[in-house]
């Protein structure tokens, strides 16, 4: 069953610098999604209607 998401990019002071939504099947995929989109100095933090999921590392 498909769910949203939020994803909010934060550079390393921990301050969101940008939010977008997406549509996923499951958690797993949401934070496989947010892996692609993370980069050098932005993590990308996870969540669904409240909910933490994960967070995707800078690199």
Known sequence: ML???RFF???DGDRVI???SVTCFD???A???AQTRS???VSIEV???GR????AAAH
């Not at 933490?52 to 967070?55: D, T």
């Open 3 to 5: 769910a949203y998401y």
């Open 9 to 11: 990019g934060v550079n």
């Open 18 to 20: 940008w939010e977008d």
């Open 27 to 29: 958690d797993a995929e």
């Open 31 to 33: 934070v496989a999604v």
């Open 39 to 41: 980069g050098a100095g």
């Open 47 to 49: 969540w669904e209607v």
């Open 52 to 55: 933490f999921v994960g967070r």
